[in-house]
């Protein structure tokens, strides 16, 4: 079989992939599962604080998961998703398999995905012909909010909020080992709006001005952490799959609440609030909010 016989089926079985893949999110009711990222959308969505020519280095392919204006051009596993994408396609098809040297792809970096700056069609014939990783010229593109090559499109208003409550609230800096990463996307609100409640109350009792970072460690010292070791001593996060150790934290302060506003009693504790919580069913949010 010659070069052009090879990467016409080449081009054909990558085409049929890209069906397959389409059809099966759809039937799975989740396409945005196969949507390749626009480079835009996640940078608009993240904020960058700053822009770093980091230079050349081996990239792997598995970790390019977005376009500088080509996202519509190639799925989520740079498949090509039009047909008139097929001219240069197969002619970068050809060169790869006779070994001939390619420049480096251009490509922007964000937390621990890429995106492409300037060579899909060269990521789509790699990925295609099992090429592990690529030769890159990278600048990193920095942001508070962390990203893995996990992310997918339906992430992104998490990701816009996630930097929103960070905005508010340096909880990144004066607080890295709490994990932020909430299963309601309402939640980063509600946190932020919880945690400038407690900086009121201490200021009040306090009768003082109280920096962002006391409030913070204060909230965190008194209300955050005792609930958060409960939570894991008490092992409560086998109860609820797929939650988090703050999902959890925020049901517990939201639900203790609302029982005491129910009770009218105050003393109403978190451990008595947990205890409700798990008594309403594994896996589900606490009705009410408070």
């Known amino acids: 079989m010659d070069l052009n016989e090879q990467s016409d089926r080449d081009f054909s079985r990558a085409r049929r992939k890209a069906f397959l893949r389409r059809i099966g999110a759809y039937l799975r009711r989740d396409p945005g599962s196969n949507q390749l990222l626009s480079f835009d959308e996640v940078k608009g969505a993240l904020g960058i604080v700053q ?146 409640a407690h900086g009121f109350r201490i200021s009040q009792l306090w009768r003082r001005y109280v920096s962002v970072e006391e409030i913070l460690r204060d909230w965190y010292e008194y209300g955050y952490r005792p609930i958060a070791e409960m939570i894991r001593e008490e092992r409560i996060l086998d109860a609820f799959p797929g939650r988090t150790e703050i999902d959890l934290y925020l049901w517990i302060v939201n639900h203790r609440e609302r029982l005491a506003l129910e009770a009218r009693d105050e003393r109403i504790s978190h451990r008595t609030a947990k205890d409700d919580i798990l008594k309403q069913g594994r896996g589900r949010r606490p009705r009410g909010r408070a």
């Open 51 to 196: 822009q770093v020519h980091i230079g050349f280095r081996e990239v792997p392919v598995s970790k390019i998961v977005g376009s500088v204006g080509r996202h519509r051009d190639f799925d989520r596993a740079f498949l090509p998703s039009k047909p008139d994408l097929g001219t240069r396609w197969k002619r970068i098809d050809q060169l790869m398999h006779r070994a001939e040297d390619l420049p480096p792809v251009s490509l922007f970096k964000i937390g621990d995905a890429y995106f492409v700056n300037d060579g899909n069609h060269r990521v789509s014939v790699a990925r295609q012909q099992g090429v592990e990783t690529l030769d890159a010229d990278v600048v990193e593109l920095r942001s508070r909010v962390p990203v893995d090559s996990a992310l997918t499109a339906r992430d992104l208003l998490h990701k816009l909020e996630h930097r929103h409550l960070l905005e508010r609230l340096p909880l990144d800096r004066v607080l890295p080992e709490i994990k932020i990463q909430f299963s309601d996307v309402a939640d980063y609100r509600r946190l932020a709006t919880f945690i400038e």
